[in-house]
T-cell receptor, first 114, second 116 residues
């Protein structure tokens, strides 16, 4: 069965520092991969997605992620953190085996220190 | 484009009453809609998958008689929490998948339900 692992329930970085949120997945078939952001008491907003095109995907708000098949990873990065990036981030995978339902990671709360 | 709305955004009700939550795709047709439940500080839990014109498919452990789902049109799905109890208090989020597309779901802003 597919699964998504997000390493670190909380990640704390200083404003201006590199943001790295980790996501590893298991899938026996080519997956679609997503990163979503959720601000308090709000729904989810798509940051970026991988759909078998370029392995380096650029998203909104300066975020990007790289699909590494050999490592089954899809880590999210941003070169310089901003206070407004503080939120919960979810990684998700879907593929034919899951009938394209989203399989979710547990989420990582990003904390930005001034 | 690809906007999904939910109504209401929050609701408080008394125990034993029923609450209906609407999910609408505003600018696209959604063959499939999904209903999620999210507990504080947790990830999303899929409750059911709703296909237009057919019965919803519920995930294991979700009571279909408790959480009634109707997907009568390509732009509207409703979730009715029947005989609500305090343990039903949660954040409910819907999403919609565009007809013919398998690779993205668009999410509504969520509905906060509090049952007193």
């Amino acid at each position: 069965a597919q699964s998504v692992t997000q390493l670190g329930s909380h990640v704390s970085v200083s404003e201006g520092a590199l943001v790295l949120l980790r996501c590893n997945y298991s899938s026996s078939v080519p997956p679609y991969l997503f990163w979503y952001v959720q601000y308090p008491n709000q729904g989810l907003q798509l940051l970026l997605k991988y759909t078998s095109a370029a392995t380096l995907v650029k998203g909104i708000n300066g975020f990007e992620a790289e699909f590494k098949k050999s490592e089954t990873s899809f880590h999210l990065t941003k070169p310089s953190a901003h206070m407004s990036d503080a939120a919960e981030y979810f990684c998700a995978v879907s593929d034919a085996d899951s009938n394209y339902q989203l399989i979710w990671g547990a989420g990582t709360k990003l904390i930005i220190k001034p | 484009g690809a906007v999904v709305s939910q109504h209401p955004s929050w609701v408080i009700c008394k125990s034993g009453t029923s609450v209906k939550i609407e999910c609408r795709s505003l600018d696209f047709q959604a063959t499939t809609m999904f209903w999620y439940r999210q507990f504080p500080k947790q990830s999303l839990m899929l409750m059911a998958t709703s296909n237009e014109g057919s019965k919803a498919t519920y995930e294991q452990g979700v009571e279909k008689d408790k959480f009634l789902i109707n997907h009568a049109s390509l732009t509207l799905s409703t979730l009715t929490v029947t005989s609500a109890h305090p343990e039903d208090s949660s954040f409910y989020i819907c999403s919609a998948r565009q007809s013919g597309s398998y690779n993205e779901q668009f999410f509504g802003p969520g509905t906060r339900l509090t049952v007193l």
